[in-house]
């Protein structure tokens, strides 16, 4: 089992920045996979970026990509999704997932433990 647990959501205007954070605590000797997704109001929820378990490799959504950096740190069991350059359309409940596989994956059914959720609203 792994519990995960998101922070650092808020609201932010137009062109600034936020960082999120993911910590996992319980089964975190193995190596897994870490994806983040969003979720708007009345809408799917939708891919935004994985990283494989070393940190050595990750995938972008195509609406975020060149705004937002996926790092993690295994040491501290954390891994943080920076996002610059925010726009009103990135509003969304963010959420941080996990898998036990070295492959990343943009789908979030291959996902078997999730946080609950941190909310991320843009707009001045």
């Known amino acids: 089992q792994v519990q995960l647990v998101e922070s650092g959501g808020g609201l932010v205007q137009p062109g600034g920045s936020l960082r999120l954070s993911c910590t996992a605590s319980?089964?975190?000797?193995?190596?897994?996979?870490v994806g983040w997704f969003r979720q708007a109001p009345e809408k799917e929820r939708e891919f935004v970026a994985t990283?494989?378990?070393?940190?050595?490799?990750?995938l972008y959504a195509v609406s975020v990509k060149g705004r937002f950096t996926l790092s993690r740190d295994n040491a501290k069991n954390t891994a943080y999704l920076q996002m610059d350059s925010l726009k009103p359309e990135d509003t969304a409940v963010y959420f941080c997932?996990?898998?036990?596989?070295?492959?990343?994956?943009?789908?979030?059914?291959?996902?078997?433990?999730w946080g609950q959720g941190t909310q991320v609203t843009v707009s001045s």
């Open positions: 997932a996990a898998r036990f596989t070295v492959l990343k994956s943009n789908n979030p059914a291959q996902y078997d433990y």
């Open positions: 319980g089964r975190t000797s193995s190596g897994y996979t």
């Open positions: 990283i494989s378990p070393s940190g050595g490799s990750t």
